[in-house]
């Protein structure tokens, strides 16, 4: 009892092993023989026979399919760097183990408003969707090209990418910023022969099945690159950076005590913030001011702030929610305003005393 315990746990030991050092091809391998032979029991006069057909024999064909998957639309800010648009690649393919598959990433503009500045791609090295120091730039220039190859075994056959671009400044044809202006990005895989440009597209079998021969097959799906049909060799999916409107700030100052600007008046700024979105509201909108040079803080009353009020006496390297007790130690003030619905605009007020 005690041999055949050892021996099954010897067994077991070796199939845990044999499963964490091999990787398995999605579906049937390429290159395989699938083997068939039937037989037929008859009996005639008396005498059973058994006779065995010829045996039938096809190979396998090398299945090429990848898939790319947009993993989330970006909006982006007039002016503003490095906004992010995630793709998956999906290597579905059948290649055999030890027989690597290879794939040319691009990356093409779709029918849209604008284009972003500075187009990159990233290899999105921790598969968080966020570009991080640790990601490799593979290209810069929507005309660049990336040669990578991709796993086929089962779960682990698929790889992250990011379509990193930069916004161009308001005062363009069309204005950036303006709302619901959508620049778009395809990210597209397609079937290489190697690792280099001069390896060459791959080429899917185009005489007919031979079933003595393991042949490419391309089985990937529509995708939204102009051009990307079903079984073509390449796949596509597009991502959209979608512009923001920028919160408009107007200041004005007003109402001096003597209705000139002396020393001793009473100055008020008013400072209003305007969201020109037509879809979304503007949310924790922080207005920050500071106390001009020769004038005193005077007073920031709740009204003058539709949100949470807060001081500082060190230029901003501090804030506190309650007003401190010396006025002439102020340096600056904040208003926190929660939320700015669409098209509207809030006011923050407060003032200060001419030296």
């Not at 979608?242 to 005590?257: D, M, Q, R």
Request: with cysteine.
């Amino acid at each position: 009892m005690k041999r055949n315990s050892y021996a099954m746990a010897l067994l077991v030991g070796s199939l845990l092993l044999i499963s964490a050092s091999q990787s398995w091809a999605i579906g049937t391998e390429a290159d395989q023989t699938i083997s068939n032979q039937a037989s037929v029991q008859f009996t005639i006069n008396g005498t059973t026979t058994t006779k065995d057909s010829n045996l039938e024999d096809f190979k396998v064909d090398r299945k090429i399919r990848m898939v790319v998957t947009s993993q989330g639309d970006t909006g982006v800010l007039e002016g503003l760097n490095n906004f992010v648009l995630p793709f998956r690649v999906d290597n579905e393919s059948n290649t055999a183990t030890g027989t690597d598959d290879y794939f040319r990433l691009t990356i093409s503009g779709g029918t849209d408003d604008f284009d972003m500045n500075n187009v990159r791609l990233y290899r999105d090295e921790n598969g968080d969707g966020l570009l991080d120091g640790g990601d490799t730039l593979l290209f810069t220039g929507a005309g660049g090209a990336a040669y990578v190859t991709i796993g086929n075994g089962t779960g682990t056959n698929t790889a992250r990418y990011l379509i990193v671009a930069d916004c161009p400044p308001a005062g363009g044809t069309p204005d950036t910023a303006l709302p619901d202006l959508d620049s778009i990005y395809n990210l597209v895989a397609t079937a290489w022969n190697g690792a280099a440009a001069g390896d060459g597209i791959m080429v899917q079998d185009t005489d007919g099945n031979d079933k003595t021969l393991s042949e490419i097959v391309f089985a990937d799906p529509a995708g939204t690159a102009s051009g990307d049909v079903v079984n073509g060799g390449f796949h596509s999916d597009a991502g959209t950076y979608t512009t923001n409107a920028t919160l408009g700030v107007a200041k004005l100052a007003s109402g001096s005590t003597s209705g000139y600007n002396i020393p001793g008046d009473i100055v008020t700024y008013d400072i209003t913030v305007s969201n020109g979105d037509t879809t979304y509201a503007a949310t924790n909108v922080i207005v920050t001011d500071a106390v001009p040079g020769n004038t005193t803080y005077d007073s920031f009353a709740a009204a003058g702030c539709s949100g949470t009020r807060q001081w500082s006496i060190d230029s901003q390297a501090n804030w506190v929610n309650i007003e401190p007790a010396d006025k002439t130690t102020i340096t600056d003030i904040r208003c926190t305003i929660a939320s700015i619905a669409v098209g509207a605009s809030s006011t923050v007020s407060f003032k200060v005393a001419i030296d």
